[in-house]
């Protein structure tokens, strides 16, 4: 005859916990292989034509995604950048393929994000110690509505390196999701000289730490 567990026996108890935690624990592992695919770039699986000597640059990324920069998605194989227009100050369109022959950290952002407004002066001081003619911080505001408060807000946290764009259209969001590079904000990415997307960042990220700067020195050369 099978033996009756009581009601209050402890390895009964216990073993039903053993049960519960493994499938606890198997369930935050899918979840978190789910997030990580959703936001890996989608860079295709082999190189690029357009993209010559972007893999070298991706190659030289990879090491360097540590500590302040641990959250750095590199491109196993860089593919162009994905088609983003936007506007800069004074209203005139600008693409990502504007900057190309400079390298770009191209970051989107707005005002209601309070991670992007956290990391804001991060990026202009990034810009003030990096920006050159082959480097560029291109900061582009998503803000739909109550369109002077992102010139306001750069003003009041004493932005003085970083252009302004903005596209009040928030486009450049729906392109990012198609692409898999985006699930929210801030999302920032690295493109090449080249014009191909070598790196993404969900979440914010010390611009000017010392291991940013590492990574943008890489992503210039």
Same mark, same amino acid.
């Given at each position: 005859?099978?033996? /009756? ?12 916990? #053993? #049960? #519960? ?6 369930? /935050? ?7 990580v695919y959703a936001?890996? =770039? ?8 357009? @993209? =010559? ?20 998605? &590199?491109? =196993? %194989? ?5 088609? /983003? ?8 369109? !600008? ?5 190309? +022959? ?6 989107? %952002?707005?005002?209601? @994000? !309070? =991670? @992007? ?19 560029? &911080? ?34 450049a969001l729906q ?8 699930? +929210? ?10 014009? @191909? ?9 010390? %611009? ?14």
């Open positions: 005859m099978a033996k /009756i567990m009581p009601a209050g026996d402890p390895n009964l108890s216990r073993a039903a916990a #053993r #049960r #519960r935690l493994a499938f606890a624990g198997a369930a /935050i592992l899918a979840a978190a292989a789910a997030l936001m890996a =770039p989608r860079h295709g699986n082999g190189p690029s034509a357009a @993209c =010559p000597g972007s893999r070298e640059r991706a190659l030289a990324l990879q090491p360097l995604a540590h500590g302040e920069m641990a959250a750095l998605s &590199v491109a =196993p %194989w860089p593919r162009p950048a994905p088609e /983003i227009a936007f506007k800069s100050a004074d209203g005139a369109p !600008v693409t990502l393929a504007s900057f190309k +022959g400079k390298a770009t950290l191209v970051n989107f %952002w707005a005002t209601w @994000c !309070v =991670p @992007c407004r956290r990391e804001m002066p991060a990026l202009d001081r990034l810009q003030g110690k990096a920006g050159a003619e082959d480097f560029a &911080v291109v900061a582009v505001n998503v803000d739909t509505a109550r369109l002077e408060r992102p010139k306001a807000f750069l003003a009041e946290i004493g932005v003085k390196n970083l252009a302004f764009y903005a596209d009040p259209s928030a486009d392109v990012l999701k198609a692409e898999g590079l985006g699930l +929210g904000l801030p999302t920032t990415l690295l493109i090449d000289r080249e014009g @191909c997307g070598l790196a993404a960042l969900a979440g914010a990220a010390e %611009w000017d730490s010392a291991d940013a700067l590492a990574v943008v020195s890489a992503a210039r050369k």
